[in-house]
Nanobody, 126 residues
Framework: QVQLVESGGGLVQAGGSLRLSCAAS????????MGWFRQAPGKEREFVAA????????YTVDSVKGRFTISRDGAKNSVYLQMDSLKPEDTAVYYC???????????????????WGQGTQVTVSS
């Protein structure tokens, strides 16, 4: 079973950038669609971005479109979330998630993700 470990969170000023990484261990990482979720204090978990296992299909939520980019590197068994032009409202714990899929370009809906990392804190100061 794939295990996920996030890194790259931290404190950044508004307008700055961070790159989150999610390292996956275990078999058949290439057959997993990957996603990033976030949860701010007192709020529900939000589905932020996702990428199919082929890497050809991606999804980003409207609130981060044009600022966040998801990518994956099969050789490194990793998925990334490049976050630019960060805003204070992006402050949250960010979670990497995965789900086994059988269609190369399929982006699963949020409720299908069943493997989770431990989360990494992102804090954006104004």
């Amino acid at each position: 079973q794939v295990q996920l470990v996030e890194s790259g969170g931290g404190l950044v000023q508004a307008g700055g950038s961070l790159r989150l990484s999610c390292a996956a261990s275990g078999p058949a990482f290439s057959a997993y669609a990957m996603g990033w979720f976030r949860q701010a204090p007192g709020k529900e978990r939000e589905f932020v971005a996702a990428i199919s296992w082929s890497g050809y299909s991606t999804y980003t939520v409207d609130s981060v479109k044009g600022r966040f980019t998801i990518s994956r590197d099969g050789a490194k068994n990793s998925v990334y979330l490049q976050m630019d032009s960060l805003k204070p409202e992006d402050t949250a714990v960010y979670y990497c998630a995965a789900v086994r899929t059988y269609l190369s370009d399929y982006i699963p809906p949020s409720y299908e993700y069943d493997l989770w990392g431990q989360g990494t804190q992102v804090t954006v100061s104004s």
